[in-house]
């Protein structure tokens, strides 16, 4: 299996098992795990599409935005966990949903 | 010098506002100061910038602002200095009033910032030349109108107006946008003065587009046809910003807006038209309104709506003179009006006129001032308004249908009536109340003489202000006259007698009102369509409630699941995914 052909199949690969789990778990944690995964392949994409259009620079940069961007995410994420658990009693979503009333 | 010019004068009511909410509502006398100095610094600087109109080539200011847009460029021709002149000084009087009315009330940091703010951002937005910043602007003058028509926050009525002018003059921003970016996309410039000279380069439906866009704007602005409703309910502002609204900013920015895209617009089929008959329908419906309201400041806000009817009217009849030579009178007399009704406010504590009456003994100065006022307002002769109203009835009788023509007579008729109505009310007759009343104050005073003084004077810069206009703005086709022609123009045509005529019945019925009281009959059903403001109102709330039930609905669609969210996200990633291979 030649490199150019696991990138792919890495990329998609993560985006299903982020996009997955964001669909079906219910703890707060683990959304935000889950987000990160997602996050991670399309950083992959972004770095390979780089390097076959030829611009690597471009496409690691980009690369770069987007982890200082999703640290961040990950960061306020876990705070608000943190709060809500204090909050509510609980990680669940479900329980959480308070937008309707 | 005059780059110096217009940074001040944009720059410094700006920097007035920020000092104002910096020095903090406990120190109301300093906020006071800063406010009157800054603004009548900026009053300084405006007319320091009128003799300095000719010469345009070299008195732009140029800031950079990237490679897409352009400069943002300022541009300080005839039609924008004479305006940032009228919306400095009358600011300047306007925040001088204040001193007197507002003292004692809370939050004045608030008041004055937005005040101030208020008079920069018009004045930026009559002197740009570029018109991505001219939305800039245009939506700064909407967000400062909102708060201080919003000032007393704690009043559902007055938040209630507020979000009105606010969403109101929105649905214009959109209009304006379109044509700007209409314009972008077709000359590549969004450059003013680019767009005019070249605008019959853009394909004829995007022109009409963009007139009718620009139309739509200048309409929401200036409360025209069909959108005349929020100005009646922007009366919940404190009353010198009523008078800032009304005479020195705000509504003055859609007259401009047509005047100064007037030469681009002329030629698409029905434009003119369609200007002429929103004035008309704005003067008309306004005036009878104004005849059937009881509150003073709701006459003087329909009676503004009227005379700006008067100027859209002007501009769709080729009339740019006219349009902006009665602009600068009803700038000065309503300014007068709305001070001098202030004064009255502030006095008695009310604005219901059913409560007024026989004022004028209590209070001289206010009476003295607001009949003149009045007296310009009507059309009577020698006062500013009797000149610019003739000059626009002659352009409208010269360049316009004459039915339309028609109409303007009688709504001049009608404009004397309602006046006299509201002067009578207030000031003459039995007192109906026996509240205690005061008369204007030091500050109050200071504004309102030089208003007067101006009422009976601003005609004379007739020769002038045309030479200037004449001068700058090369694409307009602006004749120029010296004052004494333009008063032997408008004395020798017959049109002059048959409007003063007109006007004079207007009095007359007034006068003989208890004799005319068996035709009224038939006309309590118009007084009565009237009242309801002729069922606008009733389609304003049928569209709040419309958008609000459509909105309850889209409720569902928010789960407030975060599953569901991520199916959303899903659906809509598959749906561009298929759109995207199906297009290639």
């Given amino acids: ?42 950083m992959l ?57 | 010098m005059i780059q110096t010019l217009i940074l001040l004068v944009i720059c410094l009511p700006w920097l007035g506002a920020l000092l104002v909410w910096w020095a903090g509502d406990s120190r109301p006398r300093l906020q006071h100061g800063l406010a009157v100095v800054f603004s ?21 200011l140029p800031l950079p602002a990237g490679g897409v847009f352009g400069w943002f460029s300022f541009t300080p021709d005839g039609l924008g200095v004479f305006l940032t002149a009228v919306a400095a000084v009358i600011g300047c009087l306007a925040v001088v009033f204040s001193v007197d009315y507002m003292r004692g009330e809370a939050q004045l940091g608030r008041y004055y910032a937005f005040v101030l703010l208020f008079i920069g951002s018009m004045t930026g937005l009559v002197l740009t030349s570029n018109m991505l910043l001219m939305f800039v602007f245009w939506e700064m003058t909407a967000l400062c109108s909102y708060a201080l028509i919003s000032f007393y926050n704690d009043d559902p009525k007055a938040v209630a107006g507020g979000m009105k002018a606010l969403i109101i003059t929105q649905v214009g921003g959109v209009g304006l946008l379109l044509g700007a970016i209409l314009g972008f996309a077709y000359l590549g410039s969004l450059n003013v003065d680019d767009f005019l000279q070249r605008a019959h380069l853009l394909p004829t439906t995007a022109l009409t587009v963009a007139a009718f866009g620009f139309l739509i704007a200048a309409a929401a602005k200036s409360a025209q046809f069909p959108f005349q409703t929020w100005l009646p309910d922007a009366m919940e502002a404190p009353t010198p ?33 369609s200007v002429m008959v929103v004035g008309m329908l704005s003067a008309l419906l306004a005036a009878l309104m104004a005849l059937a309201a009881t509150d003073l400041k709701r006459v003087l806000a329909y009676s503004t709506v009227s005379q700006l009817g008067y100027m859209v009217y002007a501009v769709g009849a080729g009339g740019i003179f006219a349009s902006q030579f009665h602009l600068l009178s009803h700038s000065v007399f309503k300014a007068l009006l709305f001070l001098a009704a202030g004064a009255v406010i502030h006095g008695l504590g009310t604005r219901d006129m059913l409560q007024m009456g026989g004022l ?34 002659e352009a409208g009788l010269e360049h316009g249908p004459a039915w339309i023509y028609a ?21 003459y007759g039995a007192p109906r109340s026996t509240a205690h009343a005061h008369d ?46 333009v008063a032997l123009v408008i004395l020798t045509a017959p049109a002059t007698y048959l409007a003063l005529a007109v006007v004079g019945l207007g009095l007359l019925a007034w006068w003989q009102r208890e004799r005319l009281a068996l035709l009224s009959e038939p006309l309590q059903d118009v007084i009565g369509l009237a009242r309801n403001s002729f069922g606008f109102e009733a389609i304003n709330r049928g569209i709040v409630s419309g958008v609000q039930s459509w909105a309850e609905n889209l409720r569902d669609v928010q789960t407030g699941l975060l599953n569901w969210n991520i199916v959303g996200i899903l659906a809509g990633l598959i749906t561009v995914l298929v ?6």
């Fill in chain 1, 1 to 42: 299996m030649t490199t150019i052909s696991i990138v792919p199949i890495a990329i998609i690969g993560l985006l299903g098992i982020g996009l997955y789990a964001l669909l079906v778990v219910r703890n707060l944690i683990k959304v935000i795990v889950a987000l990160q995964i997602l996050v991670k392949g399309a």
């Fill in chain 1, 45 to 101: 994409a972004m770095v390979a599409a780089g390097s076959i259009a030829g611009k690597t620079e471009v496409g690691a940069s980009m690369a770069l935005t987007v982890i200082v961007a999703d640290t961040i995410v990950a960061v306020v994420g876990l705070a608000l966990a943190v709060q809500i658990r204090r909050h509510f009693g609980t990680l669940d979503v479900r329980a959480i949903s308070t937008l309707r009333r």
């Fill in chain 2, 40 to 60: 009548a610094a900026a009053g300084v600087a405006a007319i320091a910038l009128i003799p300095n109109t000719v010469g345009k080539e070299a008195a732009r």
């Fill in chain 2, 241 to 273: 910003c009523s008078a800032l609204i009304h005479a020195a900013t705000m509504v003055n920015a859609g007259v401009y807006l047509l005047a100064r895209f007037y030469p681009a617009f002329e030629n698409v089929p029905y434009w003119r038209l």
């Fill in chain 2, 360 to 393: 004028g003994k209590k209070m001289p100065v206010a009476r003295a001032v607001f009949v003149i006022g009045a007296a310009a307002l009507a059309g009577l002769p020698i006062l500013n308004g009797f000149w610019s109203k003739e000059l626009v009835l």
């Fill in chain 2, 407 to 427: 109409v303007m007579l009688f709504v001049a008729g009608l404009t004397a009536l309602y006046t006299f109505r509201c002067v009578w009310m207030v000031f």
């Fill in chain 2, 440 to 485: 204007a104050g030091g500050f109050m005073r200071a504004a309102l003489y030089p208003l007067a003084f101006g009422t009976l004077t601003t005609w004379l810069l007739a020769g002038p202000f045309s030479q200037m206009l004449h001068d700058s703005l090369p694409q307009h086709s602006i004749h120029t006259e010296s004052t004494g022609e």
């Fill in chain 2, 579 to 584: 759109i995207v291979a199906l297009g290639a």
